[in-house]
């Protein structure tokens, strides 16, 4: 039975749920081929992830490796393959929550580096779990700045091998994923040295556990790193090498080899290693950031129409929270930013896929500009959905605090994305450093890349709009938004340019930029998300109702990031007071509006109430009830030892009857 | 051995440590006090928290538990009483890592609610903890609008007795502290019923486990809530109650009492008790929010001056972090709030020991504004508290991920206290009732209290500032926040009263102006912040270099406000565009200047390795060392039964020698 609260929300939906659903699917058949696999892998009580909020970080490790073990059993049963059409599927229905994660990482990044021979020796006993691998590059003292790496590999030509040392205690690998307790081979990122002279970073094969008993190798010291704040299932580990020797085979050597005679040989080009580099942020947007942003809303929206809490009207009855304008203001630009970012990344996993074929046709012009997108996307949508869900479960009150809400493990781990594969603040930099350039290119007439083409237009003049209604309109907002890229992008080249003028030295000058330069990559990046979501609105069918609420959602997505950040659009008076007073009015208008279709719009995003885990969140609604039935399972729910210890003896001779 | 990269940093500091610190305690005798109560508590190992991080959330309650029973031996010991000098230090040495301080609040309750005869029956018991109570308010269904909790009591002129109930799920008591396995008894909120008349909520003292063998007594349903985002060491509870009878004498009756004939006779005034919840909301600022603040500003700010990372000039090594503008702007805006909060602490306490004399002497004037800023300032403080401590934790980027640093726990604990002790947006909103009352008072030229009479003043003009140093007077920028808090109130208010002039209701017309009321209560707290800190600069002795430091985090706490929100400021054109390049260009000088002192001043917040329990934030800054020694003993790096389930099937058959 489905909480009335919840049932009339879907009742009064604008637009057909199943076709908006199918749409964020890429088509109908999409969409019943992703529940088919969710239904295998839901139904399986193997992947049951119910116990997850009651298990220690060792229960979690043994049930993820268990469940990498059986999915491998499962993929096999169900003819699924690597390639095939489920397969994108099987990651997302297991919400992560499986080991193993690195060992794919291992085997793509030996695809990549290594040579055919290594592929064909390698690839095939991975493929089928005969050893597991790990991929060790971060170290103690090291993360982004992969030069400053430590850990050596010195040839050794009357052996034939290469000698592995950590050398200091910051050169300790650390962090990387199923080496703490599972990996027996992991690629050792290391500086070679041969004859004396180093070549830098190279990638080398390391057995690391005997395949017999598990054991350490001789001159391996490795172990898991502990408690993360996510993460539980996953052994993430350090690893320390004393004179570790390997077979000089054992160095990937597509792109660099070392021959007998301690020759170097650089062959072919590493461009399209590069290029796999960059796509793997955007291809973390979907799984590790969409999924959490979209699952955060659904649990977040779907209570706030059912608690209900104080009186809106007096003498009715207590009103829904989501009939209260402030949490329409915490959770509807949240909602509208799922779909945004869902909208800009179809757009980028396109540019890539171009990208790819262009690669492939020795064609690399396109690098520069995917390596800034992925940059600063990377970074604007790790940031930004994190501080939604954070929003969300905050909006959810104390329910949202307990973990049976789901919510508190959703932030904990996306928080991890603003983190990894690089981290925020240094992608955001890489991505200024494009447009700075590009922005110079412009002025001095060069052509630049299609993102950035509008540096090159000479801007000036104010937004047009006259009522609240204008800034309905996409081409006003897009265009301020445009503006204020334009206006952040052009001052922060000028105060670069002045301070070296005025004798500062360039390292000097960027790091005194920095902040701004920041600024300025966030505003393109928001730029391009407004003008894709706009483009997208337009182009979709009028049918059915989705198009009109795809508009409200974008209308509310653009507004938002103006009443967010009105300094940026009133700083040279481009957007006047008058007008940011319209745009608050058309801002808070829309939020009624769409306030009548949450539900819907979540329930577009078809969560099974498994995929979701949330006492707070399922289909039906029945919260208060979930929450009680589940908290009663908890393991601290049984006796404690503390009372005979402690409390026991403090009681025991107070009278019995007070 | 002190890290030399930590080392280097203290030995530049522009002022005296030893001085800022008993500027910070309130004088040098209170340092000399909390460092006795830190010493003896930190070195009894039945207090040490070093392994908490590894703890299942059972083992922290038994060590919660543990503590708390040895606390009252240690205080015996130590001499020390609850009105003694040291009583502050206590929680704050412990970390508030101990049990029963929910039977803090029930003590509490009985004092400020029960008559002298309940106090001389329950207190003394308590007190010996020959007892556990605890606090059952909030419900499943039921936080900040307290006439909407659904349990009763109805009152039965035959037995001379409470009936108490349950009457459904979403009545069920819900996160009550120590309720959940430890509390023998309990104070019940429950709506009073007498011959059928309700006549709304009362406390009761309701006994819920045996005090022989702690079984549930008759019709007690309770137990453990289950896993939330922090507080593992706590066992919040549910509670529900069927038909349970406890005596007339039970209901707490200092204000309100049932005669034996069912007369119900209300006696006194309740305005103390209002205050009192008033109160608890600035007391609860500085445990668990300063404390919490200033530990991960230490963490994170020692952290990176040992982490070394990237080059700023090519050719030398590896820059210290913290020596990025990047850097510097996320965390040195954060310290300088540290300060600002702690200085508006002190002049809220003041105040309200003020308003407590005030209300002794039966003068209740002050109450409302009292409880506007106790509502304002605490969600003000907490929620820039809590951002402040994520900004601290992404800082460290992978190290800070770790639980070993310290940094998820504050997080994670912080975090609460934007929900508890009354919901921040609910708090916001009293806050800004207030301030338009206030508003239409000053207008109609009416007195309104101190804290608003600048509502009181013309507003207009411009902002004077004609240079970058100009904004580094606390005149000029203190006049831009009060410029701003005055716009948005009499803004809202004018919005409010235009919407009901044109027909709307009353309460139709608040909600679509709530967005903005919460803007304008955080922009009144926020001036207030301003204006003290300045204030509080302003008298500080000149000596040993305390007053110029201080005045630089001031500037910078006002600078970094206007920069983050610049649109407040330059929307009706207070502040131009190119004063907000000024504003900027200090702002950013600024966080140079004080870098240089950063060390120093986190030192001067003194907490000792023990109290920081962090990897990144020891005193010695051995970071990767501790990491390292500390991972080691983590459970995970015990044997795991998934090698022989798993893994040596998979393994066994390859290879063993690739």
Redesign the interface.
Known sequence: SVNPDLASERQTASFCVEKLTALLDGGAEQTRIRRAVVEAIQSDPVFSREDQ??Q???ER??AA??K??HLQKKMHEMGWTENGPEYKYIYRALSGDVAFLLHRVFMRSISVLGSDKQIA?WIP?ATQ????GSYAQ?E??????LQ?LETTAVFDIATQEFILNTPK??A?K??PGDM???A??TVVFAQLYIHGKCYGIHPFIV?IR???D?SLCPGITA???????NFEAI?NG?LMLKNVRIPRENMLSKFCEVQPDGTYVRQGSQKINYFTMTTVRISLISDEVLTPLMKACTIAIRYSVV????????GEQ?AKIL?????Q??LLPQLASAYAFHFINDYLQELFDRGYREIQRKNFDMLPELHALSSGFKAVITHHSTAAV?ICL?AC??H?????SGL?SLY?KI??S???EG?N?ILL?QTARFLIKCFMAASAGQPVPPSVTYLAAVKSGKCPAKNKLDFLSPDIYTEAYQHVAFRLISSTAAKLQDLIQSGA?K??AW??????L?QAAKAHCHYITVKNFAETVEKLETKAGIQRIMKHLCDLFALHGIFS?????????YIS?AQ?DMV?ASY?DLLAVIRKDAVPLVDAFDFTDKSLNSALGSYDGQV??R??E?????????M????E????P???????K?
């Not at 779990?129 to 597991?132: G, T």
């Not at 103690?140 to 700045?145: A, K, R």
């Not at 790091?511 to 701004?516: H, I």
């Not at 210890?645 to 026991?648: E, H, I, N, T």
Request: aromatic fraction near 12%.
């Open positions: 909020y009651f220690t970080q060792n490790y043994e490796v268990r990498a073990v020796k006993l779990l005969r050893l597991i971060t103690l003292g090291h993360g982004t700045y400053g205690i910051s300790m650390w962090w703490g307790r599972s027996t081979h057995q005997s395949l017999q598990h172990g898991d790193i502990g408690p993360k704040m052994d350090y608690r209900r809490q104080s009186k809106l009207k007096p207590e009939d209260y304008q402030t949490q203001e915490k954070e905050r009150g104390g949202g605090y307990s973990l049976l508190p904990t928080l991890a603003c983190i990894y981290e603040t930099l030295k390292y000097n790091n005194q930029c920095t902040v701004q920041v950040n009105t300094g940026a659009f009133l700083h040279d008076g007071a940011m608050t808070l208060y009830q929450l009680y589940w908290a009663q399972k908890s393991p601290t729910n049984k404690s030892p503390a009372y210890r402690y409390l026991k403090l009681l025991h001779n107070t009278l019995s007070l």
